[in-house]
């Protein structure tokens, strides 16, 4: 049985993590770590000393990992209400095996699970690990004939979700009779927990390093998701990795607040802290509010994000004591510079900013001194900036004082990995997706980037996001950032919309807290003043918005932002003329005169 604690207080009392005291910078600037109890440091040494024999040699696969931790008393999972030491959740993954068996029908394993972030989720991880199961993670912001096709597509015999989750799926033909759904806050679902469980877990026949673990849908930002595959042993030997680049031991305590149907929380938290034994904190989702006192509540040292939860973050008042907490560490992805520099101004905590994906990761090595922006140093000489279209390696990338590119057309391009299609798993039944991403040998990550002059290698945004403008090239991730160093800015997406005669123009979204935020004139003053804007970048449509739709991984969901281009509810401004940028409120009359002009240029079929 699991122990029930109670909440701890909101000053952190009770913190079980051990802090060290210096981190290796990162391309940051040295910020001191947040204050810490001795007291804290003394007992976590001693508990980390006693647990010193638990410690195992590197597994091939996650099932192995889950038993070395048989035994071990050490807290595995906490959430508000509830704690687990590792041997009691590694007990409770296996009776969730044990009735995905006795459930199981004829074709793929493959069990969906539609949940927020629950225990639940990581136990079924668990059992499907042991059990040699598939788990598909099921994106609870889809909705209708989208949240249908993907169902359908990943070959689900099973879904474990909750109520609310069952009713998302209520009228959708997921070819799925009512004995094939689990819901796990159901009356009768801890009676068949109990008559499931285990005295002596083990790992089913078969299952091995090549056995499927996961099928991951990407993100879809700026096109339809796909399905990846992930072995177990891929994660495992991804676990280990970012276990040493991101500096996770068994004294972490992993604060999750990504969605762990994503490979975010998956690969770079839940599967590191199970390689080492440390400890993961559950929360159902990310919230800026409930951050700083959630890493209070459970002493948290370790956590990671997307970049628009950091800047939802950043846009929280600053308080005098942000900088009294216990974290050290986070890594995550796309963040702007401007929010990773204020978040170790404000809560002293290092910040390890990758590059990765679901398909593949590993292209970077991350080096003390590299440039802000920088992505770190390629992992290899097989990492390299190619035309797409000649294969041939791009020149290094010229920039200014600012930072920005100077030659982007000649520097920046797709970057590739000439070893990386030994590592690509594929993605599940999309043959044709998976001969785009391998092509001639190499693997083509679909993402843009350069290499500067020194040797630092930087991404540029997705191969969706470049935007031709006047027969010239720029990279809506470079607006971006850009944009998102307005104060009044939490989020932004920046893509292309057609223009008129040809080409593409550049079409911003910002969210902001209030519409009053917004001012189009101070607007444009702030853009005609940012030196590393390009003379092509400026936006001529800008859509205000204080809440942008989002993927459930909490990026900006800028294919819906596209296809709706000036066609929302939402105010949009625009810019017609050239020198400095003047904004006007565009009303259903200029709308109807813009999409006049295609129609006077043969260009209807782009709207």
Known sequence: MAVVTTERDWDGSGIEASIRSSRIAVGVIDIPISTRTQDTMTNTATEASSNAALAAPQREDVAQMLIDRLGDQHLGLRTRTQDWSWDEVVRESAARG?????????????????????????????????TGATIVGINPTRRGAELEAEVRYVDCQLIVTDKAGYEKLSGLDLGLTEDRFVLVDDASYPDKISAHQVESPQIDLGVDASTLFLLLFTSGTTGMSKAVRCSQGRLTRLAYANCAKYDIDRDDVCYCCMPLFHGNALMALWAPALSQGATVCLVRKFTASGFMPDV??????????????????????????DIENTLTHGFGTEASPGDKAEFIRRFGAQLFEGYGSSEGAGSVVLDPNQPAGALGRPASENIVIVDPDTREERPRAILDEHGHVLNPDESIGEMVDKAGSKKFEGYYKNE????????????????????????????????????????????????????????????????????????????????????ADFDPAEFAAYLAAQADLGTKAAPRFVRVSTDLPVTGSNKVLKRELQADRWRTDEPVFHWVGRGTPEYTLMTEADVVDLEKEFETHGRTRFL
């Open 98 to 130: 044990s009735l995905a068996k006795s459930l199981r029908a004829p074709g793929p394993f493959h069990v969906g699970v539609l949940l927020e972030n629950d225990p639940e989720f990581l136990f079924w991880l668990g059992g499907a690990a042991l």
């Open 296 to 321: 209070r509540l459970y002493g948290a040292t370790y956590f990671t994000y997307v970049g628009k939860a950091l800047g939802y973050l950043m846009a929280t008042p600053e308080l005098p004591d």
């Open 432 to 515: 044709d997706a998976i001969a785009e991403k391998i092509r001639h040998g190499w693997y083509w990550t679909g993402d843009l980037g350069y290499v500067d002059e020194a040797g630092f290698i930087y991404f540029a945004g997705r191969k969706g996001d470049w935007i031709r403008v006047d027969g010239e090239n720029t990279s809506a991730l470079m607006i971006e950032h850009i944009l998102r160093r307005h104060p009044k800015v939490i989020a932004t997406g920046v893509f292309a919309v057609p223009d008129p005669r040809s080409g593409d123009q550049v079409m911003a979204a910002v969210e902001v807290a209030d519409f």
